[in-house]
């Protein structure tokens, strides 16, 4: 409604994804969060690799900041990777996918939309949709590093085995929005403004329509934005009932 009498925006070009979440499935257009791969190293140390379109690895896989793979992941075509491993990898490992045990993983590879298994790594690539030749190239890589005891690609150091045992799987992996970083533009009273900076008489904005980067910059953490809206409401609310000065800048209030 804002935008419809021209209200502008702030915040545009600043995103960060929550890191990693199966394709949708059916008619739903979410990513599936519910039923997640376990991409939390410090949860579950990886036997896999991560791999984008082309076959090419793009971090360590063991780095234990999620920040930092959230924000490497921005720079991966379409936010979109695969992880890959093997038959060993599956059976050792902890449950690769939340809520699913091995078996479970193994019988809805063909099924379910974004996991593959093949005898070979070229028909893997081939069903997930990722370049064979970039695949195999990466996986020998990975693989001398495991023999090596070094990953000098990555800097990774958790390399518990070769992915080498058929058969060989892939998860893909889809970016999850929880939160929209651009918003109505405000300003430091929180009144509306339209795209030139003027201020929209009587129009005032809080909560999570303002943008999660009004608040919180190009980062975020689930519920972050909850006591900015309590207190920018507060502030409107006082300044509307003629007991302070709503603003965001100029400190605690003014008390009639």
Request: a positive charge; one cysteine or more; aromatic letters at 8%.
């Amino acid at each position: 409604m804002a935008r419809r009498i021209g209200a502008g925006l702030q915040g545009r070009g600043r995103y960060i994804p929550t890191f990693g979440g199966l394709p949708p499935q059916g008619g739903d257009a979410r990513v599936d969060w519910t039923n997640r791969p376990q991409l939390v190293a410090a949860e579950r140390p990886p036997w896999e690799i991560y791999v984008d379109r082309h076959g090419r690895r793009w971090i360590a896989e063991d780095e234990p900041s999620i920040d930092r793979k959230e924000r490497v992941l921005t720079g991966v075509d379409r936010m979109t990777f695969w992880t890959v491993f093997d038959a060993r990898a599956l059976r050792e490992s902890r449950p690769m996918v939340h809520g699913w045990s091995p078996a479970e993983l193994d019988a809805r590879c063909g099924v379910r939309s974004g996991l593959h298994r093949a005898s070979d790594l070229p028909g893997l690539a081939r069903s997930a949709g990722i370049d064979p030749a970039g695949l195999r190239t990466e996986v020998e890589r990975y693989n001398a590093a495991v023999a090596a005891g070094t990953d000098t690609a990555f800097g990774r150091r958790h390399l518990p085995a070769p992915i080498a045992e058929p058969p060989f799987y892939a998860v893909e992996n889809r970016p999850v929005t929880l939160i929209t970083f651009a918003g109505i533009d405000v300003d430091a009273r929180l009144r509306v403004r339209r795209a030139d900076g003027a201020v929209v008489p009587g129009l005032y904005a809080v909560g999570e329509v303002i943008g999660s980067a009004a608040v919180n910059g190009n980062a975020f953490c689930s519920g972050m934005c909850l006591t900015p809206a309590l207190a920018f409401g507060r502030l409107v609310g006082r300044a509307l009932a003629g007991t302070g000065s709503a603003s965001v800048r100029e400190g605690e209030p003014r008390r009639a």
